[in-house]
């Protein structure tokens, strides 16, 4: 139970942190700018 | 970006705190040495000996699915997939051991202040940069991050996977050595070792693959497709002094800034470097899609299983 709350809660703030850097990211074209 | 060139007998440039007065008239082109060859070693180590983990323990874990049992024919069977996951997990505690010994250093060096600007211990200002981060995921200006010399998700990462990668190796350990643990343990601490460790597993494999190192490594749009620092060792003195203003700055500001300059790579070994990195990015994109395939299977399986 805990396992699965702790993978639970890292897999959704981790995902949510990389899912939207990634997503706002490419809505503000920084991926094409070569901001890179 | 290009690199900058760099006078580090300039005292003047040190003093100036824009990276592009450090620019001066010796014809050495520097760049900041982020990582120690120790740290790199010890990373590239992590990193191979983590795959093989992997791919040695999940079909353990999963051992009456098909490809599970593809996969241990694959590797000679459950004997000999079991001599390469301990030999595999001697490096990693090889590298454990060897950041223990780091850290102690670091310890002594400081005489017990391990903490403040430039460790990897959290910081005020780590939750400033992350609020900021937060805002702009959800339609907020993008921020101006404050960072010093690591990051909050670095810091976030360090922190998971030390943690981590300690229960991994004691209840490997245990597993490893059970007649010495149930001498000292009752026999149930092995029920505790096996949940543990395989869940661990799939929780690190998840954390380092999916979700979390992979990403801020290769596809955040700063470094995209391959952040090259851990490999190099080093980075443009410019492109360092955008990314990380709050260690540039106080660098500059102690006189420090030489400490961590060095001459840049020939261009002869920068083309063998560049043909190596592309090599490692496509052989972890491979690695990256099929633990991302496993992630999803295991996900369908668990809601399967309710």
Redesign the interface.
């Known amino acids: 139970m805990s ?1 699965g709350l ?2 639970a809660g ?2 959704f703030f ?5 899912f ?6 490419l809505r ?1 074209g ?2 094409s700018r070569g ?2 | 970006m290009a690199s900058i060139e760099t006078d580090i007998q300039g005292e003047a440039a040190a003093l100036e705190p824009t990276p592009t007065a450090v620019q001066a008239a010796v014809p050495v082109r520097m760049q900041y040495r982020r990582f120690t060859p120790f740290q790199r070693w010890v990373h590239f180590f992590i990193m191979c000996s983590f795959t093989v983990l992997v791919f040695t323990g999940m079909p353990l874990k999963y051992s009456d699915q098909g490809w599970a049992q593809w996969e241990m024919g694959l590797l000679g069977g459950v004997q000999s997939a079991g001599i390469i996951h301990r030999f595999a997990a001697l490096i990693m505690v090889t590298c454990v051991l060897c950041m223990l010994g780091f850290l102690a250093r670091i310890l002594i060096k400081t005489r017990g202040h391990f903490w403040g600007p430039g460790t990897m211990v959290p910081a005020r200002q780590d939750l400033q940069d992350m609020i900021g ?2 805002a ?3 339609g907020k200006g ?1 921020p101006q991050l404050q960072l010093d010399r690591y990051s909050y ?1 670095e810091k976030f990462e360090f922190w ?1 996977a030390s943690a981590g990668v300690m229960i991994m190796c004691v209840t490997g350990s245990m597993m490893w050595y059970p007649q010495l643990t149930t001498r000292i343990f009752p026999g149930i601490v092995l029920n505790f070792a096996i ?2 460790h395989s ?1 661990g597993a ?2 690190a494999m ?2 380092v693959f999916v ?2 190192h992979f ?2 490594a290769h ?6 497709p391959m952040d090259k620092t851990m490999f190099e060792g080093g980075l443009p003195v410019d492109e360092y002094a955008h990314e990380r203003p709050l260690e540039y700055e106080r660098r500059v500001r102690e006189g420090t800034l030489r400490n961590v300059l060095v001459p840049e790579r020939s261009p002869s070994r920068r083309k063998v470097e560049n043909f190596l990195w592309w090599t490692i990015t496509g052989a972890t994109l491979v690695v990256w899609a099929a633990f991302s395939l496993f992630v999803v299977w295991v996900a369908s399986f668990w809601i399967g299983s309710f």
């Open positions: 396992h702790l993978i890292l897999f981790g995902g949510m942190h990389c939207m850097y990634f997503y706002r990211g503000e920084l991926y901001e890179h | 981060m937060f702009w995921f959800w993008r998700w998971a949940v543990n869940g799939l929780l998840g954390f979700f979390w990403f801020h596809l955040r749009p700063e470094v995209f």
